[in-house]
């Protein structure tokens, strides 16, 4: 099954859903940086988080991009996604090793630790967006749902799941954002908050055999679901040669130079795929007469 999003309302428009299967993606983020099992959740839950996301911007050029620091071992993870729900994202220590937590489950928690959630949007003004809070579990999908309340004042529940093989590949991944509007109806709410005592995981349903419609048929099939539109979704890191040459020109002459000086080829790594970009000296000898005085 190919990944993709639903993006769907509820109870006349009180709720506005959205549900995802990510499983392959997660695992090419997990190919690209050969990352341990628990950092595959970590990574994956905030990939699918940024896919949903990033469908929810207006602007067929905004970018979102969420950044956690944190004081746990994996120190701090980055993803970005656009418009169309292309998403990339790092690890700043992707090979962490830790025991199962105290239910049996991957320990991601435990890998983030405690420290700031950022969610940036860039949509073309003068200055991007950036609101941030306090971790509160580390766990990525209550972070978020707290995040949703105090930054941008938005009742929502955030379910998020990464099942890993025994083979260490990814099994299953998806999540789900659900988000109350300011007219919603208290009959609404507690329906809702009903629904999502009893509801099982996000990796559970997708392992059963369900789709991402499905799982919001579970969740909102009692309150009118209407689904509007899927959105396919993949890992895709736009970098380019160019892109990089742009950004060695902006760190201006005097490193340009030093890099010339130290008469050695100079490589770039893409933070994102692996990519590598090798400069000759000549290559930034040409950048050098680029960069603006």
């Known amino acids: 099954m190919k990944d993709y999003i639903v993006r769907a309302t509820a ?119 950036v609101g941030q809070t306090q971790l509160q579990t580390g766990e990525i999908a209550e972070d978020l749902t707290y995040y949703f309340a105090t930054s941008e004042q938005i009742p929502s529940a955030v379910g998020l799941g990464v099942l890993m093989d025994k083979d260490n590949t990814v099994k299953q991944a998806g999540g789900f954002i659900i988000q109350l509007m300011p007219f919603a109806e208290d009959e609404t709410i507690n329906s809702l908050e009903e629904k999502l005592k009893t509801m099982d995981s996000v990796t559970n349903i997708l392992e059963a055999g369900n789709t991402p419609e499905q799982l919001l048929e579970l969740l909102l099939g009692d309150l009118g679901l209407e689904i509007n539109d899927t959105l396919q ?23 340009i130079q030093e890099m010339i000086d130290d008469g050695k080829q100079v490589e770039v790594r893409c933070q994102f795929c692996d990519k590598v970009y090798n400069f000759e000296i000549e290559d930034l000898d040409k950048m050098l007469t680029e960069v603006k005085t």
Request: glycine share 10%; aromatic share 2%.
């Open 11 to 129: 109870a006349n428009a009180q709720i506005r859903a959205f549900a995802m299967t990510s499983r392959a993606l997660v695992e090419e983020a997990r190919r690209i940086h050969d990352l341990s099992p628990v950092i595959t959740a970590a990574l994956g839950r905030l990939l699918t988080a940024s896919a949903m996301m990033g469908s929810m911007l207006k602007g067929e050029k905004d970018v979102l991009t969420l950044q956690i620091h944190c004081d746990g071992p994996v120190r701090g993870l980055a993803v970005t996604a656009d418009a169309k729900a292309n998403v990339k994202g790092t690890a700043l220590e992707p090979q962490v090793m830790l025991p199962p937590n105290t239910i049996g489950k991957l320990d991601v928690g435990g890998a983030v630790g405690n420290g700031i959630l950022s969610v940036i949007k860039d949509m073309g003004l003068k200055e991007p967006y």
């Open 233 to 255: 979704s993949q890992y895709y890191c736009d970098c380019s040669r160019e892109r990089v040459e742009r950004a060695i020109i902006s760190i201006g002459k005097k490193d």
